[in-house]
């Protein structure tokens, strides 16, 4: 069992990624699903541009920053533009801010 809907928050709402404050207006996913357990998961837009440009293929709820960051540490790991260029603008800063930690 697994739904998945796109809401207005109403109230504020904590990222299930990135543990930031989704607030009231801002658009964001709610999901329930049944795995072993019932779960909810809320995910910010930004977090959700992450997961659609770079992990369309699988992930796993709260791990979507983690997965990332392992995907591209390694020594010559290239952080492919065309997906940065299609994130919300607070995500593209957030890679980008990482991109330049990286390099330092």
């Known amino acids: ?3 998945a809907k796109r809401h ?3 109230k504020q709402h904590i990222c299930s990624e990135c543990a930031r404050i989704i607030e ?3 658009k964001y996913e709610y999901v329930f ?3 072993q357990t019932p779960s909810v998961y809320k995910t910010c837009i930004d977090c959700l541009s992450i997961r659609e440009q770079f992990f369309e293929n699988g992930w796993i709820f709260t791990m979507v920053w983690e997965y ?3 995907e591209f540490s390694y020594i010559g790991a290239i952080v492919p533009e065309c997906c940065i260029s299609e994130l919300t603008p607070n995500a593209r800063s957030r890679v980008c801010d990482w991109i330049e930690d990286m390099w330092e």
Do not use: D, P
């Open 1 to 3: 069992m697994y739904k």
């Open 8 to 10: 207005t928050a109403r």
């Open 24 to 26: 009231i207006g801002e």
């Open 33 to 35: 699903g049944v795995w």
């Open 68 to 70: 990332f960051q392992n």
